[in-house]
């Protein structure tokens, strides 16, 4: 198994600049979560998809950021355009039994992005 | 929303030594409670839960207990060695929705 994968591990963009944060989960798993960890907020859940449907954006912190999950292995999370407070490390994570049952969650190894 | 609050914040204890570190949770309903350790460049990975219908877990040098009359969880790691050094997290949610709050996290240092 290997994991929930993340690209870019590092991304340093410019502001302004739209940015492409991808995320492929366990295979099987039919819960995908994005999450943004910063010193002063901790680990913020942003959003969260079941079967490919988003289920609770509430997390998302302006139209600035979109979210996507076209089919069960692959997701994106978007920033267009970015600011220099969206640098944080962004982890993705899934989990295999669904939305309503609590289920341990596998986090990738994040993207840690820096706006300039 | 649930509040889960950690301390204390760092904490420093010879390597085998006990470290214990508490969580508090303001939601009632909550029912689930995970730990998770994340060490440096990596993500939070799970190492211990409990539910609410149990007070207390244990696998191997690592012990979880739960009060929920006081609404608090603590994570036990006994014996700690130097690799037991990382950023622990503590995390409650209820079944009524799959969202975890988590805890703004504990550095744990072994020193050898």
């Known amino acids: 198994d290997a994991g929930v994968i993340q690209s870019p591990r590092h991304e340093v963009t410019e502001m302004g600049q739209e940015v492409t944060l991808r995320c492929k989960p366990i295979?099987?798993?039919?819960?995908l979560f994005w999450y943004r960890q910063t010193m002063m907020r901790g680990l913020e859940l942003l959003i969260y998809?079941?079967?490919?449907?988003?289920?609770?954006d509430s997390g998302m912190p302006e139209d600035r950021f979109s979210a996507k999950m076209p089919n069960a292995s692959f997701s994106t999370l978007k920033i267009q355009p970015s600011e220099p407070r969206d640098s944080a490390v962004y982890f993705c994570?899934?989990?295999?039994?669904?939305?309503?049952?609590?289920?341990?969650?596998?986090f990738g190894n994040g993207t840690r992005l820096t706006v300039t | 929303g649930e509040n889960v609050e950690q301390h204390p914040s760092t904490l420093s204890v010879q390597e085998g030594d006990s470290a214990v570190i508490k969580c508090t949770y303001s939601?009632?309903?909550?029912?689930?409670f995970p730990w998770y350790k994340q060490e440096l460049g990596k993500g939070p990975q799970l190492i211990i839960d409990?539910?609410?219908?149990?007070g207390e877990k244990k696998d191997q040098r690592i012990a979880v207990t739960l009060n929920k009359t006081a609404k608090h969880f603590s994570l036990h790691i006994t014996e700690t060695q130097p690799e037991d050094s990382a950023v622990y997290f503590c995390?409650?949610?209820?079944?009524?929705?799959?969202?975890?709050?988590f805890g703004k996290g504990n550095q744990v240092v072994v020193i050898p």
């Open positions: 994570a899934s989990s295999g039994q669904g939305a309503m049952i609590n289920s341990p969650l596998h």
């Open positions: 939601d009632s309903a909550s029912n689930y």
């Open positions: 409990i539910r609410s219908n149990v």
């Open positions: 998809f079941n079967n490919n449907v988003p289920i609770d």
């Open positions: 995390a409650a949610s209820s079944s009524g929705n799959n969202r975890l709050a």
């Open positions: 295979s099987g798993h039919n819960s």
